[in-house]
């Protein structure tokens, strides 16, 4: 099977987008491959195609387990073997999953860069045929990148586990990367014995059919009426992008008063309630979705004709990334940056905000272990559930900086700090199996129960996670002591990656230099607003010169 048949057997499409064929032939002539697509560009296809030629596993790491879902529901509806191992899951679903891997005709395994760090799966990967490496969003894998993540750099652990009699091509993913952040994805990618000749393909950044746009404010109250004259002057469906959660729901609400149809969306929300308004938003039957950034990746919706920002992101990449969600079926299309004086302040107080002093960051450890019991010298490999709201209360500190020394603290390797995730519910029974029948159970209590012995061979002696039961019942059942329950809540994990010690010391390679990249790049999206809001005339063009040119696309783009 070629490429052009396996796109049209399997996905239904006649020809390929810009670059994706000339990707495809690299994976599959076996070269390593760096491809920069923009936001809408295909990227997936660019794995799912070969694997599916070469009839081969591909491992595929990706940041977000909604999106991972997304791509693995979609291939099963195309009628294409596709399993994912995520955080929640329980060791009998993980142990399934990687034997269907292993033995059946399945040929994509979606996993987190943190699945790389469990030893155990790690000796699984060996007894996997894997053919293919795909790395998503793989500008998280630089320190020079806007959005690095650490548990990307143990990707490269990956070679330790495969074979070495053969050459297994990686195939890196992303919508935006300086020149300098596309080398250091090379680097990072590559085993420390070499042998990697990577293959870049690179897409224009250039959207001819976007509209790249800033609007001098005099105020919040300005930004607002900015907001309302762009959705009454552009037909279509849009994005508003603000800062906080907050924000987004008392503009959705204003917006609504106003007559439009509108709605919030953030990471507060319940998965359930994320996807009903994502779900209408796609439909149509909202007209209007304003969102953090917890919004846009993995969507696919072509006919998004204003993206607008009420605040100012933190770089020119998330900027890019987010407005290019903007026009993917070509027409014309709006990428809006709203901008007051006042703005300047208060963006360059996210440095102090996001990289409070390390007297701050130690107090912040020691309040954790505190919190949760753990000794100096122990908590190696323990992992606890953190609500923030009583954690941040309990201790008295400040809500930003908080969250802010947690990810210092996770990126210099004191702990694995993951934020506010749905936490699947867990069930232990307490009771021995042969003393159920003295208890009388009515019918449903004795359908769940049976049920959940027949699912979870290890619920008698540890919590299982659990789905697809009744809560009222397990209510009933908890409260007599039969079992241990544990209801579905939204919670922080963090998991201690070394012993807890007397003090902790952020690294100057991850302090300094760091707190310096970000405020570069504050700097970068700052200069975008200032030039184009200033006195002169606004330039479209020169706006758009002005974005190529950080991503090193013609031009010269200065701080």
């Given at each position: 099977?070629?490429?052009?048949?396996?796109?049209?057997?399997?996905?239904?499409?006649?020809?390929?987008?810009?670059?994706?064929?000339?990707?495809?032939?690299?994976?599959?002539?076996?070269?390593?491959?760096?491809?920069?697509?923009?936001?809408?560009?295909?990227?997936?296809?660019?794995?799912?195609?070969?694997?599916?030629?070469?009839?081969?596993?591909?491992?595929?790491?990706?940041?977000?387990?909604?999106?991972m879902?997304?791509?693995?529901?979609?291939?099963?509806?195309?009628?294409i073997?596709?399993?994912?191992?995520?955080?929640?899951?329980?060791?009998?679903?993980?142990?399934?999953?990687?034997?269907?891997?292993?033995?059946?005709?399945?040929?994509?395994?979606?996993?987190?860069?943190?699945?790389?760090?469990?030893?155990?799966?790690?000796?699984?990967l060996?007894?996997?045929?894997?053919?293919?490496?795909?790395?998503?969003?793989?500008?998280?894998?630089?320190?020079w990148?806007?959005?690095?993540?650490?548990?990307?750099?143990?990707?490269?652990?990956?070679?330790?586990?495969?074979?070495?009699?053969r050459?297994?091509?990686?195939?890196?993913?992303?919508?935006?990367?300086?020149?300098?952040?596309?080398?250091?994805?090379?680097?990072?990618?590559?085993?420390?014995?070499?042998?990697?000749?990577?293959?870049?393909?690179?897409?224009?950044f250039?959207?001819?059919?976007?509209?790249?746009?800033?609007?001098?404010?005099?105020?919040?109250?300005?930004?607002?009426?900015?907001?309302?004259?762009?959705?009454?002057?552009?037909?279509?469906?849009?994005?508003?992008?603000?800062?906080?959660?907050?924000?987004?729901k008392?503009?959705?609400?204003?917006?609504?008063?106003?007559?439009?149809?509108?709605?919030?969306?953030?990471?507060?929300?319940?998965?359930?309630?994320?996807?009903?308004?994502q779900?209408?938003?796609?439909?149509?039957?909202?007209?209007?979705?304003?969102?953090t950034?917890?919004?846009?990746?993995?969507?696919?919706?072509?006919?998004?004709?204003?993206?607008?920002?009420?605040?100012?992101?933190?770089?020119?990449?998330?900027?890019?990334?987010?407005?290019?969600?903007?026009?993917?079926?070509?027409?014309?299309?709006?990428?809006?940056?709203?901008?007051?004086?006042?703005?300047?302040?208060?963006?360059?107080?996210?440095?102090?905000?996001?990289?409070?002093?390390?007297?701050?960051?130690?107090?912040?450890?020691?309040?954790?272990?505190?919190?949760?019991?753990?000794?100096?010298?122990?908590?190696l490999?323990?992992?606890?559930?953190?609500?923030?709201?009583?954690?941040?209360?309990?201790?008295?500190?400040?809500?930003?900086?908080?969250?802010?020394?947690?990810h210092?603290?996770?990126?210099?390797?004191?702990?694995?700090?993951e934020e506010?995730?749905?936490?699947?519910?867990?069930?232990?029974?307490?009771?021995?199996?042969?003393?159920?029948?003295?208890?009388?159970?009515?019918?449903?209590?004795?359908?769940?129960?049976?049920?959940?012995?027949?699912?979870?061979?290890?619920?008698?002696?540890?919590?299982q996670?659990?789905?697809?039961?009744?809560?009222?019942?397990?209510?009933?059942?908890?409260?007599?002591?039969?079992?241990?329950?544990?209801?579905?809540?939204?919670?922080?994990?963090?998991?201690?990656?070394?012993?807890?010690?007397?003090?902790?010391?952020?690294p100057?390679?991850?302090?300094?230099?760091?707190?310096?990249?970000?405020?570069?790049?504050?700097?970068?999206?700052?200069?975008?607003?200032?030039?184009?809001?200033?006195?002169?005339p606004?330039?479209?063009?020169?706006?758009?010169?002005?974005?190529?040119?950080?991503?090193?696309?013609?031009?010269?783009?200065?701080?």
């Amino acid at each position: 099977m070629t490429p052009k048949e396996a796109l049209r057997t399997y996905f239904g499409y006649d020809a390929f987008r810009p670059l994706q064929e000339e990707i495809i032939t690299s994976v599959l002539e076996g070269k390593d491959t760096l491809a920069l697509l923009p936001t809408g560009g295909g990227k997936s296809l660019c794995f799912q195609i070969p694997a599916l030629v070469q009839q081969t596993l591909c491992l595929v790491i990706t940041p977000l387990i909604a999106l991972m879902n997304d791509q693995v529901e979609h291939l099963l509806a195309c009628d294409i073997r596709a399993a994912a191992i995520y955080t929640g899951m329980s060791y009998e679903k993980q142990r399934v999953a990687l034997d269907n891997c292993q033995f059946g005709p399945y040929r994509f395994l979606y996993i987190s860069p943190e699945r790389l760090e469990s030893a155990d799966f790690r000796k699984r990967l060996a007894q996997l045929p894997i053919g293919l490496i795909a790395v998503d969003e793989a500008h998280c894998v630089s320190q020079w990148g806007y959005d690095f993540r650490p548990s990307y750099l143990r990707i490269a652990q990956v070679w330790d586990s495969l074979p070495k009699d053969r050459h297994i091509p990686v195939l890196a993913l992303t919508a935006t990367a300086t020149p300098e952040v596309q080398q250091d994805i090379m680097d990072k990618l590559s085993p420390a014995s070499g042998g990697h000749d990577w293959q870049v393909f690179k897409q224009s950044f250039q959207r001819d059919n976007l509209r790249y746009v800033v609007r001098a404010c005099q105020d919040a109250e300005d930004k607002k009426q900015q907001i309302l004259r762009i959705i009454n002057g552009v037909p279509g469906t849009g994005i508003i992008y603000v800062r906080n959660r907050k924000r987004s729901k008392e503009l959705s609400e204003w917006l609504q008063q106003q007559g439009v149809s509108a709605d919030c969306y953030h990471a507060g929300l319940s998965s359930a309630e994320r996807a009903l308004r994502q779900k209408y938003w796609l439909e149509n039957r909202t007209r209007v979705l304003v969102c953090t950034n917890a919004f846009g990746m993995g969507i696919d919706k072509a006919d998004v004709r204003f993206v607008v920002h009420h605040d100012l992101p933190d770089s020119v990449e998330a900027y890019f990334q987010e407005a290019g969600r903007a026009g993917r079926d070509k027409g014309l299309a709006y990428c809006v940056l709203l901008y007051a004086k006042e703005d300047k302040a208060t963006v360059l107080r996210r440095v102090p905000t996001n990289f409070p002093p390390q007297t701050f960051i130690d107090r912040v450890y020691m309040s954790l272990s505190n919190h949760f019991e753990v000794g100096e010298g122990s908590g190696l490999g323990h992992t606890f559930t953190l609500h923030m709201s009583d954690f941040i209360e309990i201790y008295r500190l400040p809500v930003l900086e908080t969250y802010s020394a947690l990810h210092l603290l996770s990126q210099a390797g004191w702990i694995h700090f993951e934020e506010e995730q749905e936490m699947q519910a867990m069930v232990r029974i307490r009771v021995q199996r042969r003393d159920l029948y003295d208890y009388n159970l009515n019918d449903e209590q004795d359908a769940l129960m049976h049920e959940l012995m027949r699912r979870y061979t290890g619920i008698f002696t540890d919590l299982q996670y659990i789905s697809d039961f009744d809560h009222k019942t397990l209510v009933s059942l908890a409260q007599r002591g039969i079992i241990t329950y544990i209801p579905k809540t939204s919670a922080c994990s963090v998991t201690y990656t070394r012993e807890r010690a007397a003090e902790v010391f952020i690294p100057v390679s991850i302090y300094d230099e760091r707190r310096e990249q970000y405020a570069t790049r504050l700097q970068s999206i700052l200069g975008y607003a200032e030039q184009a809001s200033g006195e002169a005339p606004e330039d479209l063009q020169r706006n758009e010169q002005y974005l190529l040119a950080y991503f090193g696309e013609g031009g010269t783009h200065t701080t």
